[in-house]
């Protein structure tokens, strides 16, 4: 399994939303990403993509 203890990031508060609200719905989510340049879109999208792995 994919885990954050594999990572040499260290995500913020507001980059573990959007998993944290995967991890929340039992049904699929669809969520768009729009945060300002360099605040880490793609590890949200890592972070809710390893979330639905699990």
Do not use: C, F
């Amino acid at each position: 399994h994919l885990t954050l203890q594999w990572s040499r990031v260290i995500p913020t508060n507001y980059q573990l939303v959007p998993a944290v609200v995967d991890l929340k719905q039992s049904n699929r989510v669809r969520m768009m990403i729009v945060d300002d340049v360099g605040l880490g879109k793609t590890i949200e999208a890592g972070l809710k993509g390893a979330a639905s792995v699990i």
